[in-house]
């Protein structure tokens, strides 16, 4: 079994900076793709950012050109560098891992989830 943790959610100003970090454990070597994925209150789960196995990667179009991810292969560990957030961009955030060939924003890809880290943007 692979177990996701998140951390380092908390408060964040408005045009600020926040990395989150998920640390994949267990069966490291059953997954492939790892994938970021947010929830506001009142809102559906929606995904945020992916990294494939090759390094491929894939943004929403409201974090474009703003958030990063990445991966730390020694270190079974995934990023998510968010630069200039916004209000909304408060949510829960979560890491997800799949063990298929690719990018993906569909949650449905994604078998094995972390328990969440919840992210505020506000002055």
């Known amino acids: 079994q692979l177990q996701l943790v998140e951390s380092g959610g908390g408060l964040v100003q408005p045009g600020g900076s926040l990395r989150l970090s998920c640390a994949a454990s267990g069966f490291t070597s059953g997954y492939r793709g790892m994938g970021w994925f947010r929830q506001a209150p009142g809102k559906e789960r929606e995904g945020v950012s992916c990294?494939?196995?090759?390094?491929?990667?894939a943004y929403a179009d409201s974090v474009k050109g703003r958030f990063t991810i990445s991966r730390d292969n020694a270190k079974n560990t995934v990023y998510l560098q968010m630069n200039n957030p916004k209000p909304e961009d408060t949510a829960i955030y979560y890491c997800?891992?799949?063990?298929?060939?690719?990018?993906?924003?569909?949650?449905?890809?994604?078998?094995?989830w972390g328990q969440g880290t919840q992210v505020t943007v506000s002055s």
């Open positions: 997800a891992a799949h063990s298929i060939v690719g990018c993906y924003l569909s949650s449905s890809y994604y078998p094995f």
């Open positions: 990294i494939s196995s090759d390094d491929i990667t």
